[in-house]
């Protein structure tokens, strides 16, 4: 049982470019959810999904999209990424009832 | 949604119970509150959830004070792996049960 799979697990990313965070989980779970957590700090949720098809901003949304196309998968989206956006990335699943929240390894993203 | 306050750093010696305090005073009735730990940078781990009661599992025992306003996490054998950040967490049950973390406490195990 693999859990939250997250790729990669380390970037470098140049100024203005994009790329997508991928995370996948074998639970069934129909919650999941991306996290940043900057040097120091706790962490931050930036989007959620209850579902396939359902998404939602969380607390630091501005510079990223999602998409939820299956159960599975919650990709990630940086489309022109910028200094700020450094950080360590989480993603996190749980069921409907809250049980099994689940943390991946997390994605370490720099920006030059 | 509910926030937490916790002490920004404890100690703790080696062996001997780890008390950490929580207050999360404006928490609702519907909602949990959960512990997790994060060593280094590694992703958050789940302790311990409870909503009214007193709860206990093989790593911890969660106490939850009547009116709901504070607990704490007790971890009753403090090692020296038990370093880490542990964040206090009011679970709202709506908008998909998200977790909003806070700051949490830096415990610190010492020999």
């Known amino acids: 049982n693999a859990g939250v799979t997250q790729t990669p697990k380390f970037r470098i990313l140049k100024i203005g470019q994009s790329m997508t965070l991928q995370c996948t989980q074998d639970?069934?779970?129909?919650?999941m959810y991306w996290y940043r957590q900057d040097p120091g700090m706790g962490l931050k949720l930036i989007y959620y999904?209850?579902?396939?098809?359902?998404?939602d901003k969380g607390e630091v949304p501005n510079g990223y999209n999602v998409s939820r196309s299956t159960t599975e998968d919650f990709p990630l989206r940086l489309e022109l990424a910028a200094p700020s956006q450094t950080s360590v990335y989480f993603c996190?699943?749980?069921?409907?009832?809250?049980?099994?929240?689940?943390f991946g390894s997390g994605t370490r993203l720099t920006v030059v | 949604d509910a926030k937490t306050t916790q002490p920004p750093s404890m100690d703790c010696a080696e062996g001997r119970a780890a008390n950490l305090p929580c207050n999360h005073s404006t928490i609702s009735g519907n909602e949990y509150v959960y512990w997790y730990r994060q060593i280094h940078s590694q992703g958050p781990q789940y302790i311990i959830h409870g909503l009214k009661n007193n709860e206990t599992n093989e790593m911890a025992s969660l106490i939850i004070t009547e009116d709901r306003k504070s607990s704490t996490l007790i971890l009753p054998h403090a090692t020296l792996r038990d370093t880490a950040v542990y964040y206090c967490i009011v679970r709202v049950t709506n908008q998909g049960g998200k977790l909003i973390f806070g700051q949490g406490t830096e415990l610190s195990v010492k020999p």
């Open positions: 999904s209850v579902g396939a098809g359902i998404t």
């Open positions: 639970m069934n779970h129909n919650y």
């Open positions: 996190a699943s749980s069921d409907t009832q809250g049980r099994g929240y689940t």
